[in-house]
T-cell receptor, first 114, second 112 residues
């Protein structure tokens, strides 16, 4: 199974809402990632988890809160977002974070903040 | 600024033609990877070339890497309509914790 799944596929939320994005992989990967991608732009790294510990936070605003409950799951909790946070949020995983591995991406959650 | 810059930004070709896109980067890398993204969907890994490799093939794909020029190219031969997608190069830099940094991407349209 080389699949990374993400739920929901689409999400519309108001600026006062609290919501969560979920990501799951069953490949035994120990590194998981959140990326943000705006239209016609490349993915931008937000967070990296290695062995369930946060290893990289790319100075992401605190209204985005990642969580790694176990080695297969990665969540992104959203609170008090701004309209400019509307984007495609991609989750990815890899064996480890040695830089020599392929990253496997999920299909993404398309988020619209009103 | 981005580690990788891609050229051209967009490419339109007829089915059966070859498509070539280039990626330039700024710092020493562990490896360079190419990914494809169909409209608004997740990225699919195409090929990884290590810093000590110069050329790699996978099916209709050919990737070159010139570390002296800090550049890479992706060639898709005998293109098909299904190759229509955005193509991104991504570099892994040890000094940056081995995170991947993506280039701006090349949008390829293959017309049937």
């Amino acid at each position: 199974d080389t699949e990374v799944t993400q739920t929901p596929k689409h999400l519309v939320m108001g600026m006062t809402n609290k919501k969560s994005l979920k990501c799951e992989q069953h490949m035994g990967h120990r590194a998981m990632y959140w990326y943000k991608q705006k239209a016609k732009k490349p993915p931008e790294l937000m967070f990296v988890y290695s062995y369930e510990k946060l290893s990289i936070n790319e100075s992401v605003p605190s209204r985005f809160s990642p969580e790694c409950p176990n080695s297969s799951l990665l969540n992104l909790h959203l609170h008090a977002l701004q309209p400019e946070d509307s984007a495609l949020y991609l989750c990815a995983s890899s064996q480890e974070v040695s830089g020599q591995e392929t990253q496997y991406f999920g299909p993404g959650t398309r988020l619209l903040v009103l | 600024s981005q580690q990788g810059e891609e050229d051209p930004q967009a490419l339109s070709i007829q089915e059966g033609e070859n498509a070539t896109m280039n990626c330039s980067y700024k710092t020493s890398i562990n490896n360079l990877q190419w990914y494809r993204q169909n409209s608004g969907r997740g990225l699919v890994h195409l090929i990884l070339i290590r810093s000590n490799e110069r050329e790699k093939h996978s099916g209709r794909l050919r990737v070159t890497l010139d570390t002296s020029k800090k550049s890479s190219s992706l060639l898709i031969t005998a293109s098909r309509a299904a190759d229509t997608a955005s193509y991104f190069c991504a570099t892994a830099v040890k000094a940056a914790g081995n995170k991947l940094t993506f280039g701006g991407g090349t949008r390829v349209l293959v017309k049937p």
